[in-house]
C-alpha cells in the first residue's frame, strides 16, 4: 500500500561513522487511534510519522514556544502512539555529523508553536526530510487527511485545527551533544491535557526521558564593517 517497501526490522547504519557513512532512510508509521485498523486497507487514517536515519527516529510535535519542535526517539517507540510499519525509502551516503547539522538547521524551521494538525504536522516534517535526502516522497496515505482537511478548513472546529502544549521545553546538554528534554510550565503549572496524542507525546508523564528535543542551530549574524 502506498510507495515504499515494508520493513520488518530496520538497520540504519552507524550513528559513529566509523564503519560506514552509508544509511537507510525509513519512515515509521503509528496510528493515532484504533479506527486506524479499519479504515487503514482503505487508504485513510490518522497518523504520526517520524524518520529514522542513522539509527535514531526523528519527528514534528507542538509546543507553545518558538522554538524547535523536532525531537529524537529510539525507533518504533513514540510515546503515546501505537506502531503500525516501517518503509523504506531508499539509502544515503551521509556522514552521522552531516546528517545532525542539517536537522539541528531544519529545526529553525519547525518551532513547536508552529505546529498545525492540517498544514504543518508531523507528517509535513517527515515528508520534508525525506524529500531532502532521497528527493522522494513519504506515501500519500500517510498525510492524506491533512490534505483533506486543508481543502474544507474552513468547516473544521478550531480544536482540531490548532493543537498545542503550554508547557515550554527545555534543553540540557548532554556528553555526546543530544540535548534531552525537561519541561517548565508558565507560572509554575504542570497541567496537562491528556485528550490529544500530540499533547501526550510532548508532555512526557512520571519523568519520561525518551524523548529529546533537537536544538536548532544558531545562524551567525556577520556584522559587515
Given at each position: 500500500m502506498g510507495a515504499g517497501e515494508e520493513v520488518s526490522s530496520s538497520s540504519s547504519g552507524n550513528q559513529n561513522g566509523s564503519r560506514s557513512d552509508i544509511t537507510n532512510v525509513i519512515l515509521n508509521v503509528y496510528d493515532l487511534t484504533p479506527i486506524n485498523n479499519y479504515s487503514y486497507w482503505v487508504g485513510f487514517g490518522i497518523?504520526?510519522?517520524?524518520?529514522?536515519?542513522?539509527?535514531?527516529?526523528?519527528?514534528?510535535?507542538?509546543?507553545?514556544?518558538?522554538?524547535?519542535?523536532?525531537?529524537?526517539?529510539?525507533?518504533?517507540?513514540?510515546?503515546?502512539?501505537?506502531?503500525?510499519?516501517?518503509?523504506?525509502?531508499?539509502?544515503i551516503n551521509m556522514p552521522f555529523s552531516e546528517f545532525r547539522a542539517l536537522i539541528e538547521s531544519v529545526a529553525s524551521e519547525y518551532h513547536g508553536d508552529t505546529y498545525h494538525l492540517i498544514s504543518k504536522n508531523c507528517n509535513h516534517f517527515t515528508e520534508d526530510i525525506v524529500h531532502r535526502l532521497t528527493g522522494k516522497h513519504i506515501p500519500g496515505w500517510v498525510n492524506r487527511l491533512a490534505r483533506i482537511g486543508s481543502l474544507c478548513s474552513c468547516l473544521l472546529p478550531e480544536s482540531l485545527q490548532v493543537t498545542t502544549v503550554k508547557q515550554l521545553p527545555e534543553y540540557h546538554e548532554m556528553e555526546d551533544g543530544t540535548e534531552t528534554l525537561s519541561t517548565a510550565s508558565p507560572g509554575g503549572s504542570t497541567e496537562i491535557d491528556d485528550t490529544d496524542p500530540e499533547k501526550q507525546l510532548l508532555s512526557p508523564k512520571d519523568g519520561n526521558s525518551d524523548i529529546s528535543f533537537i536544538k536548532e542551530a544558531q545562524m551567525c549574524e556577520c556584522k559587515v564593517p
Open positions: 497518523f504520526h510519522s517520524g524518520i529514522e536515519v542513522h539509527g535514531k527516529e526523528y519527528g514534528f510535535g507542538a509546543h507553545d514556544f518558538p522554538i524547535s519542535g523536532v525531537f529524537e526517539v529510539e525507533p518504533k517507540s513514540c510515546p503515546g502512539f501505537i506502531y503500525r510499519c516501517s518503509i523504506l525509502l531508499g539509502c
